[in-house]
């Protein structure tokens, strides 16, 4: 089935420990693309400037990524800059250059209009559930967010939520949004506000998949899949986009969505964020076999596994 | 297999979101043994005052302890206060009053003296040494430092490494003690150090244990066990002690030592962390039964077993 990805498309200035980059092409839609082609047809809907030239839009189409959703604007595509100093997994931000992205206004193309599969990258939430609602094929949604929209529009993240089948925030974000210290607890009441699940995402500590009461068959116990640790990570950018693709991109594969695929879901996110994180930039994820991703998925799979 | 244990029993004044408790029985000897003692006979060496009462004994003996280690000083048990305020992984210390742990020597009664397992818990690494060294029968130690030690006496602490089988420390002491701020290298410095194994523990995310090449018949990767989210965390204090405790005592009730063994006990670990969590003190360590920690070991394994 063919994921709809909505969200950014940027040029990264990075800088860890291991190194730097300047303007190297990233954006959440575009991590989240990468990873999911691995698994399923991916179409793209964002914005980019004058900027963005062909040699940028082939890093997609070269994974089969369907560009047509790419709306060219006038002016420069949307600039971020940050470093990791000691704590990889927080960005310390140099800058943030909106540009052309400030004025988005997702516009779907007449041949996404037949999705299954919904992402909403991190957007204005009203722009989030203008997308889903225009949408009639969609039946699953992920979706993401951030603690801008969080503090700043929470009545109509609010209302976006009602819409999400299953939102993927990291640990800080679903604390904020519950207003709640303990982590089950806040996920309880994150599912109260309308999603059937919730990923938590723990950075290098992997992720947790909580459920509403009875949503996909599921037990009242959640899931976790570690993430594996990694001996060189150059540049943790993308690595929960990077995530997101990987989770949405197995379940849209699968003929059947349980509590099973989940689980497996789950850990194919944190298999395509650990590639992520080996390589500034999208590198790695450019150059990815299915192989690769399964052999590492086993090797996640023994990390935690007793017999 | 007996365990000798050594290392603190104090009182603590202890704030969290869900209350407080004054004064109650704590120490890194008392949370470990308590939780060791549903696998395995533990025979306990530590300093106390005269504020320490046959009650406060009769919690370790209930529960099979050997207290004839417990040596009587003058003057006062060793007390701690903290408070754990956002962040339930991290206490900010009230006061810490040494009193008699401050001239601590730990003597071992001759009783001890065929004790196959050794906890050193957190104290000055030249009398960890000493009580190791003191020790012909031990075939297996682990170790625990801080903070403390990795800066005020590396020299000192380098001698104990070379002794100490597994080290278990949290995330923040390893990346101390390695001068790394990536984990998985930090723990292969660490490894090159002395021990065979090494536990990281990270709080509420689990525990990984990283193994020197060829030790316990491991393979090269590391083995993750996560912590399960615990709804009502009353008190985090000796979460990490009891883990240590969990995780000993079912390696020293088991006849082999392998990989397969370390894996269980790191799980262990983590199941008798979340029960010390779920009251103030030592409450919930008093009163469990070994069916209520094998029913919890099962949803642990549940948490992340992909089929």
């Keep these: 089935m063919s994921i709809l990805a909505v969200g950014s498309i940027a040029f990264d200035t990075i800088a860890t420990p291991a190194g730097h980059a300047e303007n190297v092409l990233g954006g959440a839609a575009t991590y989240f693309s990468l990873a999911a082609s691995y698994f399923t047809k991916v179409r793209v809907v964002a914005v980019v400037g004058e900027d963005f030239t062909a040699e940028h839009e082939n890093v997609l189409k070269k994974r089969g990524v369907d560009t047509?959703?790419?709306?060219?604007?006038?002016?420069?595509?949307?600039?971020?800059?940050?470093?990791?100093?000691?704590?990889?997994?927080?960005?310390?931000?140099?800058?943030?250059?909106?540009?052309?992205?400030?004025?988005?206004?997702?516009?779907?193309?007449?041949?996404?209009?037949?999705?299954?599969?919904?992402?909403?990258?991190?957007?204005?939430?009203?722009?989030?559930?203008?997308?889903?609602?225009?949408?009639?094929?969609?039946?699953f949604t992920g979706g993401d967010t951030m603690n801008f929209w969080i503090q700043g529009t929470p009545e109509e993240l609010g209302e976006t939520l009602k819409l999400v089948n299953i939102l993927m925030i990291n640990d800080g974000e679903a604390k904020m949004l519950a207003r709640e210290t303990n982590l089950p607890r806040a996920a309880q009441k994150?599912?109260?506000?309308?999603?059937?699940?919730?990923?938590?995402?723990?950075?290098?500590?992997g992720a947790t998949i909580f459920f509403r009461d009875g949503a996909f068959g599921a037990g009242r116990h959640p899931f976790r899949a570690?993430?594996?640790?990694?001996?060189?990570?150059?540049?943790?950018?993308?690595?929960?986009?990077?995530?997101?693709?990987?989770?949405?991109?197995?379940?849209a594969s699968q003929p059947e969505l349980n509590r099973e695929v989940l689980k497996r879901a789950l850990f194919y996110g944190g298999v395509m964020g650990s590639f992520a994180v080996e390589r500034f930039g999208t590198e790695r994820l450019q150059s990815l076999t299915r192989e690769q991703i399964d052999a590492?998925?086993?090797?996640?799979?023994?990390?935690?596994?007793?017999e």
Tied chains: 1, 2.
Excluded: C
């Design 68 to 139: 047509r959703g790419i709306e060219r604007a006038k002016g420069k595509t949307f600039r971020w800059g940050g470093k990791y100093i000691e704590n990889l997994n927080e960005a310390k931000t140099d800058f943030t250059e909106l540009n052309v992205f400030e004025n988005f206004h997702p516009r779907i193309p007449a041949e996404y209009q037949d999705s299954e599969f919904l992402f909403l990258g991190n957007i204005h939430p009203t722009l989030q559930a203008t997308v889903r609602r225009g949408l009639r094929a969609v039946r």
């Design 190 to 205: 994150v599912l109260a506000m309308g999603p059937q699940a919730l990923v938590i995402k723990h950075g290098e500590y």
């Design 226 to 251: 570690p993430a594996l640790p990694i001996d060189e990570v150059k540049d943790p950018t993308g690595a929960g986009d990077s995530f997101g693709g990987g989770f949405m991109g197995y379940i």
């Design 296 to 306: 590492r998925f086993a090797i996640f799979r023994e990390l935690t596994h007793l």
